[in-house]
């Protein structure tokens, strides 16, 4: 039996794990009341069930000591994160992408979505109308920021507290199972962020149930998940359970796992690494394409290496360090982890290798940091400029294009989307969005609200960011974070925009035909503020760079070959100054207007 509510036909079969508790009954509340006493196994399993109950109706476990609580594994939360559970019949949903084959995770170009703030309406069912224009941008999959039952609604999705339950107020399961089902209608793959390292702090119950959380560690949000502790197997089965029934029942083909370096697990198979096991299972069985891609702020190689490097066998991971080179050099920033990072040589191995750091000695972290990407090719690592942690972390919230003039954004933008890595793209970076993207919370609790405004004011405490802090809790910090769609069409962005869309083309017609995994790369900085970085077999993809303030003169005999330009992002039509690259090019002295960027490709 699956955890939380198995309903079919009718019937309803419930399963809760509570080791501890001495009583347990099922209450159905609504649309009528009835209740049933729970029967508990030798492992701690409650179950119950039901001949006959409608989909819809609303049930709590009760018990003498905890009084009435949601379903830990509860898939609906109608009236929020202290209401009663739904039942819902995953049956009944009508799919259409039977015939959708997915794609290889070397084909993803991922667009991040906030779904509360990337349209007005802040729904599931809004996101849709937005589709045919992710279409036109060339992008390949969707990355939908969590969506787990959160409290109120205004929230990152990271202070979720129920793994299994949708959001209400963006749809709720439905909505979301439509949004997917039309992405796949248009070509579309879902990448799902999921929290496997913390809950949230209201409507958290879990520890009621049972030792969940698990005092051996410490967390920036308290006691540690209890993935190795004593009745650890029966934590991990939650969270396997509900990777498999994003797979399952909303047919997404990635999860994007946050802040693994936050799952502390000492244990000789390590939960990651279960978990890698039990997804690929399920894929072999269902036919399907499943994909893992976790965030680690460790530069650790095994997350993705395979078991035989002694890895976790993750499909892909952020990788923060191109993002983090980019950003100052071209915002002249230090401050923070920033003092890591803003020269040519770490710009260069960035490109080379994806890791800066793989065992140097890092000044912020003031120890030796990271390990040796050799065993990770470049459709393992996601690269981007822009993302929800480094725009919202920021205590302002600004985007790049707050920081940098256009010819900056177009330049960085070139660098990743025009690299064999995998790009990601943050909700209206395309255009040049100058709305913030801010940290908000509408949590009930004032104890609460106030620990968070004074954690978010501590976080800033190692850069000299001026201004006051917005706070999380005012409304107004969360519309002001809504992308504004008008700009899109404004003369200044739809250049960027243009830009972007043929980058993205680009990418696709050169380098997807290609096998990213077995792409040489060697970059190198042939001038002061000039990186070249050419990939490929046989280095047949050339990026030309130009991080100056004025024109710099690029000079080589380019391998003795004759390579073709596909983009300069100094043209015209793009916003740009005018192209001084020839279109054809095989040596000589040659230069670049500044902050430009420009892609050549050759035959042979």
Known sequence: MRLGCDYHSGKASFRVWAPFVEDLTLKIVEPREESVKMSKDRDGYWTAEFESVDAGSLYFYHSPAFGDKPDPASSWQPRGVHGPSGIVDHDEFSWNDRKWPGIPMARMIAYEIHV?????????????????????????????????????????????????????????????????????????????????????????????????????????????????????????????????????????????????????????????????????????????????????????????????????????????????????????????????????????????????????????????????????????????IQNHDQIGNRMMGERLSSLVSAEALKLAAGCILLSPYLPLLFMGEEYAEKAPFQYFVSHSDQALIRAVRQGRAREFEAFRWKGELPDPQAEETFTRSRLQWDLAEQAGHKEIFRFYRDCIAARKEY??????????????????????????????????????????????????????????????????????????ISKGNHEMPPLTVSFFTRNG
């Open 116 to 384: 509360g703030t990337f349209t007005p309406e802040g729904t599931f069912d809004a996101a849709i109308e937005k589709l045919d224009y992710l279409k036109e941008l060339g992008v390949t999959a969707v990355e939908i920021m969590p969506v787990a039952q959160f409290p109120g609604g205004r929230n990152w999705g990271y202070d979720g507290v129920y793994p299994f339950a949708v959001q209400d107020s963006y749809g709720g399961p439905s909505g979301l199972k439509r949004l997917i089902d039309a992405c796949h209608q248009k070509g579309l793959a879902v990448i799902l962020d999921v929290v496997y390292n913390h809950l949230g702090p209201e409507g958290n119950y879990l520890s009621q149930f049972g030792p969940y959380f698990t005092g051996k560690y410490h967390t920036p949000w308290g006691e540690a998940l209890n993935f190795d502790d004593a009745y650890s197997d029966h934590v991990r089965r939650f969270f396997y359970e509900n990777a498999l029934s994003w797979f399952r029942e909303f047919h997404v083909e990635a999860l994007r796992l946050d802040a693994v370096h936050a799952i502390f697990d000492n244990s000789a198979k390590p939960f990651l690494m279960e978990l890698k096991q039990k997804v690929d299972d399920y894929a072999r069985a269902a036919g399907k394409r499943c994909f893992l891609i976790a965030e680690s702020a460790l530069n650790d190689a095994r997350v993705v290496e395979s078991s035989g490097h002694g890895g976790f066998a993750i499909d892909g991971q952020w990788s923060d360090d191109l993002h983090h080179a980019l950003h100052t050099v071209l915002t002249g920033e230090s401050e923070g982890y920033y003092m890591d990072y803003g020269d040519a040589g770490c710009l260069t191995k960035a490109f080379q290798q994806g890791f800066v750091y793989d065992w140097q000695y890092s000044s912020y972290r003031k120890r030796h940091y990271g390990s040796s990407p050799v065993n990770i090719t470049p459709d393992q690592l996601v690269v981007c």
């Open 511 to 584: 380098l997807f035909p290609e096998d990213l995994s077995a792409f040489d790369r060697r970059a190198d900085s042939p001038g002061e503020g000039v990186v070249r970085f050419s990939f490929g077999r046989g280095k047949h993809f050339l990026l030309l760079m130009n991080f100056n303030s004025s024109n710099a003169a690029v000079s080589e005999d380019f391998d003795g070959k004759n390579w073709q330009k596909i983009v300069d992002s100094a043209e015209e039509k793009y916003g740009g100054p005018g192209a001084l690259l020839p279109t054809s």
